[in-house]
């Protein structure tokens, strides 16, 4: 009798957590979609000052708002125009991270290669 109740909690604990982590995958997955073309308001940056307040940066049609958002209200600390976006990196072929540690570590094969 204690073996099937144990067997029935431990279904259900399984099922609860199947929950817990199928809501975190959604909430990601709904929350970090693109904007429709028709949106006009974009989060920039968003950064904690106390345990309930933060600053956040909202860009709306080429205006950054920076506002401090507290549980009660939001309030505009500041307006400025939205810098240019910043030029895409080069990428010059041959120069990438998995190249030139592909050659360190063949590199340093070669060394302790000698030594022994």
Known sequence: ???????????????????VLGCGWLARRVGTRPLSPGKLLRVVSSTGVGQREKVVIVE??????????????????????APEPEPEAVVVPGDNFSERLAMALKHN????GRSS
């Open 1 to 19: 009798m204690n073996l099937a109740l144990l067997g029935k909690t431990s279904l259900a604990l399984v099922v609860v957590l199947v929950c």
């Open 60 to 81: 709306v049609r080429g205006q950054w708002l920076v506002l401090g958002v507290t549980p009660q209200q939001v309030t505009a600390l500041a307006q400025m125009d």
């Open 109 to 112: 094969f070669k060394r302790k």
